[in-house]
């Protein structure tokens, strides 16, 4: 018999990624900072916004328990009975602005003996559970994996009348060590229900909880094994399921008057069957009909009034809506009113007084339109009824025990004007429109999983005042009666400075720098950006110079480096707001001397002034009009900054990123007209004669392209497109120098990254290995670093086989060069890390603070001497500054800003300090400073 339904696998990783908390790991012991930053200047003193966002909202003793994030007490447990006073913080679980991270909350028991369960202890995966009853008193750990591991972590998965169930698991181990267990709210009751044997097996392995029914949780396990408990041990068995098909894997649905719905999925023919059997396991019989496709899938089982509702979507794509009584006779098709020349791209469903509702998307392919109808249904076609809606449907509320209590089903749709307004309906046309009269503050307005109803009320969330975005508790004793706001975001500080997507860790892309012994920033005052100038301790700030335009998106104003004089600082300012802005400007300190330099946004179709080196006193940088490039000198007067145009009367411009310095010359990869996307290297000194190309033919191959330009080892090394591959080049900056390396090292295209130079005639750069020649197929390689000296070019050996860089993309914010080491981020056992590397494989190595896995996520780096500086996290400071000469015991916290995240970014050296923006509660991200040691 053909098989019918296709449903999409389901994968260890996938679930691992849908966990709530984001990092890894907790501490083994609290970092401690070596210094205090101080705040150079609180430059905005308006209001950034209103704290205490919520989390969430339960259901819990004598009213709601809930999660606020907010300035004074950070993310702790909150309860409220509804009235202002008698909503308080429940337990100052972490005193301080760090607060508790507590998620997942899972209820469990039933009436007065209802409990939460959550997983808590850190910032990344939680190793603890607690259960709480809304009081102080109530509220305790019960388990904490680090005891059996100090890289254990759990996840809650589902409550029941009798307890939860959670997961045991190494998030960085094998993944089919994870251990399911099950807890009664205390210590005692809980406990594994796959233990591990020791030189043995577990009963079974992988256990995966599909569903909840009253007491029992149905789990697949093992290799394709259904099991069902009630969260005992002898309560946990294994299902006999007679016949299981050949070559199939079981996937349990739903429990439906009585019987239990289960789909085998044929991996050989990509098919799957729908079947039934008794909720304690036995005969299976087959339900599906016979169907004119030939492969599809199963989802959104919804049961009502004893039967069960899915849609199948069949190989196009297009959604079909069933309903099965358990039978194979009372399986069948409901069709839905069809519309011409569409497809049902989606089917949603919600349930109401007894009936099913659902809404269709018709999707049009031949124009990529889409509209949504709502439909009532008893699940035979006669009784399948369309429901008017506004001009464009919002959408369903999904299931909540509360909204059957109402007198009417709400839902959202758009008017004409695209305003969101909320309908209603009893199930016919008649009684469907909009819902009038209905406050903007009432809990039928409420988003979806924010609503709470309870004995006293319904709790739900909502903005706080007009115009704050932040997250209040509200309360409505009925549905006529008016909403009290029960809680009330804090202030938070405003941004002062002027941080922008643009800015980077590289010392010619800061909102600040230093001036003839002063500090420049440019500042947000909150009456627009500015630059002033203060002492460098912050003290005696004045403004100089006011910009004329909001930054919005990828605007920024950037300081670009000093004269060579040293008496004046040039920077960038780039608006895209109500006038399009694209100006170099030059300043002495002074409101007489910031003038404009040349204004880019006076040619047609200009771009951004960027990629700024320096070269024998001279700034080079580049800019486009329309899609070609422009290169630019200055020495920072009008009259010395110009557009360098060639001997031979061609203006060769550098492509994005590909200007370098090398021998007191700018070197740089130009894009060649008319060929095919072929580029030329050129060589220049600011003047037409002393701007000369070099070399514009490679291997003699159609579109062949030199990219990643860097001067590293002595000379200048680059890579040449070839095909599917890139082959490495070096220049010693004459033409008859530029040429190909040998013996030939090739790789990947597009995966080699500019060198690195760590002297003594070494370069490493990251890259993929290539075939040894175009005629070959591309090994199975990945990315590694590649050391480049007179020897030849070869892999470093890495300690580990799996993907070892984490983003690529983002490699400049990722490290930097101190010393002859290069500090970077990549993956290590617990997530992305810390590691460092001298261009050997026994150099190459992860780096953690002694007795910890910190730490983790670093970013954002600056070379001091031979130490590197940058942020990164642990699971009690949050993303703070961090320096490491290479060490493990010279890997520490330097400085915790505040409790909380404080994200430093910006990091620059200036009069042997280093600054570096922050963000506080109490200021917004402002300018902060640390000493220095000597190096």
């Given amino acids: 018999m053909t098989s019918l339904f296709k449903r999409p696998a389901l994968t260890l990783p996938a679930l691992l990624a849908s966990l709530l908390f984001t990092s890894l790991a907790a501490p083994a012991e609290a970092q401690k900072p070596e210094q205090t930053a101080r705040l150079v200047i609180d430059a905005n003193h308006e209001a950034g916004g209103y704290g205490s966002a919520i989390q969430w909202i339960q259901p819990l003793g004598q009213g709601v328990i809930f999660a606020m994030d907010s300035p004074t007490h950070g993310y702790e447990l909150w309860t409220s009975n509804g009235t202002p006073a008698g909503t308080r913080l429940m337990k100052d679980m972490v005193p301080g602005l760090a607060g508790w991270t507590a998620g997942n909350p899972t209820l469990f028991g039933e009436g007065p003996a209802t409990r939460l369960a959550l997983q808590a202890g850190g910032n990344s995966y939680a190793h603890e559970i607690w259960i709480t009853d809304a009081t102080a008193a109530g509220t305790t750990l019960v388990y904490d994996a680090k005891t059996r591991g100090p890289s254990r972590a759990v996840n809650l998965l589902a409550g029941t009348p ?13 993944p089919h060590t994870q251990e399911l267990f099950f807890s009664d709210g205390t210590t005692v009751g809980t406990h594994s229900l796959n233990p591990p044997v020791e030189g043995g097996t577990p009963r079974f392995s992988d256990p995966f909880i599909a569903f909840t029914s009253g007491p029992w949780a149905y789990i697949t396990a093992s290799n394709n094994e259904l099991w069902r408990s009630d969260g005992t041990f002898l309560g946990t068995t294994k299902l006999p399921l007679d016949p299981i098909p050949e070559g199939s894997e079981i996937d349990p649905h739903a429990v439906a008057a009585g019987k239990l719905f289960l789909s085998s999925y044929h991996s050989a023919s990509g098919t799957a069957d729908l079947w039934v059997c008794p909720m304690e396991g036995g005969t299976m019989t087959r339900l599906a009909p016979e169907m004119d496709w030939s492969s599809s899938y199963l989802s959104d089982f919804t049961e009502l009034n004893g039967l069960l509702y899915f849609s199948e979507t069949d190989d196009d794509s297009d959604h079909h809506l069933w309903v099965t009584d358990g039978t194979a006779a009372g399986t069948r098709e409901i069709p839905i009113p069809p519309k011409e020349g569409t497809l049902v791209n989606k089917i949603e469903f919600a349930r109401w007084h007894g009936s099913l509702y659902f809404t269709a998307e018709f999707f049009d392919y031949s124009n990529f339109t889409y509209v949504q109808e709502l439909f009532r249904t008893d699940g035979t076609a006669s009784g399948t009824t369309r429901l008017p809606t506004g001009p464009y449907f919002g959408g369903l509320f999904p299931d909540e025990a509360w909204r059957d209590e109402e007198d009417f089903l709400y839902f959202s749709t758009y008017n004409e004007n695209a305003d969101l307004e909320l309908w209603r309906t009893k199930g016919d046309p008649a009684s469907t429109r909009p819902a009038k009269g209905i406050p903007a503050r009432h809990y039928l307005r409420a ?4 609503v709470t109803r309870t004995e006293k009320g319904t709790f739900f969330l909502a ?3 007009e115009g704050d975005f932040s997250t209040a508790l509200w309360f409505q004793r009925g549905k006529s009666s008016r909403a009290i706001q029960l809680t009330k975001p804090e202030k938070i500080g405003a941004d002062g400075i002027v941080i922008t997507e643009l800015a980077s860790p590289r010392p010619d892309r800061q909102p600040y720098e230093m001036l003839d012994g ?10 627009g950006y500015e630059l002033w100038r203060m002492n460098p301790d912050g003290s005696r700030p004045r403004s100089i110079w006011k910009a004329k335009e909001y930054l919005y998106d990828s605007s920024s104003l950037l300081f670009r480096g000093l004269t060579a004089d040293g008496r004046r600082a040039l920077f960038t300012y780039v608006a895209y707001s109500n006038t399009r802005l694209q100006q170099l400007w030059v300043t002495d300190g002074t409101p007489r001397g910031t003038r404009l330099l040349v204004d880019h946004s006076e040619l047609p179709n200009a771009g951004d002034p960027k990629d700024f080196v320096q070269a024998g006193g001279t700034w080079f940088y580049s800019t486009l009009v329309g899609d070609t490039a422009q290169l630019w000198k200055t020495d920072g007067t009008p009259a010395g900054t110009s557009r360098i145009v060639a001997a031979d009367g061609t203006t060769p411009g550098p492509a994005s990123g590909e200007l370098v310095v090398f021998q007191d010359h700018v070197y740089f990869l130009t894009p060649l007209e008319n060929e095919n996307g072929k580029t030329a290297l050129w060589r220049s000194d600011g003047t037409a004669a002393g701007t000369i190309k070099l070399k514009d033919t490679w291997h003699g191959e159609t579109g062949e392209k030199a990219v990643g330009l860097s001067a590293a080892a002595g000379k200048l090394l680059f890579s040449v497109r070839l095909g599917d591959s890139q082959r490495l080049w070096q220049s010693d900056g004459t033409a008859n120098g530029t040429v190909a390396v040998t013996p030939a090292a090739i790789f990947r295209r597009d995966t080699i990254k500019p060198a690195i130079d760590l002297g003594n005639g070494v370069a490493i750069f990251p890259a993929q290995q290539g075939p040894p ?14 050391r480049h000296d007179s020897t030849g070019t070869h892999a470093i050996p890495l300690p580990t086989s799996d993907h070892h860089f984490v983003d690529l993309y983002m490699w400049d914010r990722l490290h930097t060069l101190a010393g002859s080491q290069v500090f970077y981020t990549a993956q290590g056992e617990y997530g992305p890390s810390l ?3 001298d261009g050997t494989e026994a150099g190459t190595r992860e780096l953690r603070t002694p007795g910890t896995i910190f730490p983790l996520q670093p970013r954002n780096f600056l070379a001091v001497g031979n130490t590197a500086y940058f942020s990164a996290r642990d699971d009690t400071q949050f993303q703070e500054l961090w320096r490491s000469d290479g060490t493990p015991e010279g890997t520490a916290l330097v400085t915790d800003i505040g409790p909380g995240d404080s994200y430093p970014e910006g990091l620059k050296l200036m009069n042997g300090q280093l600054y570096f923006s922050a963000w506080r509660w109490d200021t917004g991200r402002e300018i902060f400073t640390i000493d220095l040691p000597e190096h």
């Fill in 835 to 837: 590691w460092v590397t």
């Fill in 773 to 786: 020649s175009q005629e070959e197929p591309h090994p199975e390689s990945r990315y590694q670093w590649w």
């Fill in 162 to 174: 009798n307890g939860f169930f959670f997961h045991d698991f190494d998030p960085g181990g094998d």
């Fill in 518 to 527: 002063s500090l420049l920033a440019f500042l947000n005052t909150g009456n």
């Fill in 447 to 450: 988003r979806t999983g924010t």
């Fill in 463 to 465: 903005n706080g005042k």
